[in-house]
């Protein structure tokens, strides 16, 4: 046993010191291993496969192991970051907001990823089976509803804020509404005929009909779980700030400035891997600061209220 324990640890040495040594040694014995957390809302394994480009490129950079953590739901990596278990994650503005609003200096947001025509917001699209007799909206009385998350921006928290806005009481206008488990989970659901209705996210450009450029559609149908033939869109919301990368604030600057500089320039150097994990087609990741987002935290914090 003691052989094989040394001839582990031989390996393990030898993988390490492969790594380009991008990065001083003195935080590693404090960072051994960088933790990048997966959002819920896609089944795992496509979660896995289409983030291993990225733990692979910040594997090379740092000099460190980086490991995956796919969560259940959005909550989960939300727990994760604000523990300081986790320190990193592309999250939606709601999910940022409200890791914010209990710990301002938990995390920092350092992209959000452009969109074809260079813009950095999306929408929420409201979206029935193609077969189904509801056309609009208003159609939508008396039907089922389904959201994706709880913490999910265009899956929740803005949908029902324009639903409000449009003078819409959930509970009298719905036959009843309730959470898909997660976007990809929610489409399948009203295929399935659980539900009349989801929202879901979308860049908001490109054609519907083939998923818009980017987003939960149309990563389903790169998946080959959707084919938009099946579905309707009957509604869109306004425009919604795209959601950010974010990194724990607690890190060294170092670690900070090479994750960094591979997003900035992942789309010249490592386009597949930007497709793969920004949900499709973009621009590249453009910075931004809590100041983008300072809309959705007030929006977020009315949400809380109003729950209490």
């Not at 920004?278 to 990741?285: D, I, L, P, R, Y």
Request: with cysteine.
């Amino acid at each position: 046993m003691k052989t094989k324990a040394i001839a582990a640890l031989l390996v393990t040495a030898t993988a390490l010191s492969t790594f380009p040594l991008t990065a001083s040694a003195d935080w590693r014995s404090d960072l051994p291993v960088f933790r990048i957390g997966l959002l819920g809302g896609e089944n795992e394994a496509d979660r896995l496969r289409n983030n291993d480009c990225l733990r692979v490129a910040l594997e090379e950079r740092l000099g460190v192991p980086v490991e995956m953590f796919p969560a259940p739901d959005y909550a989960g990596v939300m727990q994760g970051l604000l523990a300081g278990q986790l320190d990193y994650a592309a999250l939606g503005a709601s999910a940022y907001a409200g890791i914010y609003l209990q710990d301002a200096n938990a995390v920092e947001p350092i992209f959000v990823s452009a969109e074809a025509d260079g813009s950095t917001g999306y929408i929420a699209p409201m979206y029935v089976r193609a077969d189904s007799d509801i056309h609009s909206l208003e159609d939508m009385e008396g039907h089922s509803l389904a959201y994706a998350d709880p913490n999910s921006t265009s899956g929740y928290i803005v949908p029902r804020f324009e639903l409000r806005r449009a003078g819409i009481v959930e509970e009298d206008f719905f036959s009843r509404t309730g959470f898909g488990g997660g976007h990809e989970q929610a489409v399948i659901a009203v295929l399935q005929g659980q539900y009349d209705a989801g929202v879901t996210w979308a860049s908001g450009q490109g054609d519907p009909a083939e998923g818009y450029t980017r987003g939960n559609l149309r990563r389903m149908i790169d998946n080959g779980l959707l084919d938009m033939s099946d579905l309707r869109i009957i509604w869109e919301s306004p425009i919604i700030p795209n959601g950010p990368v974010v990194i724990r604030q607690a890190l060294p600057q170092e670690v900070k400035d090479i994750v960094s500089d591979y997003l900035a320039n992942q789309l010249e150097t490592d386009a597949q891997c930007y497709y793969d994990i920004s949900f499709g087609e973009g621009q590249g990741w453009v910075s931004v600061d809590h100041d983008f987002f300072e809309g959705i935290v007030e929006m977020r914090r009315e949400e809380l209220a109003g729950s209490r």
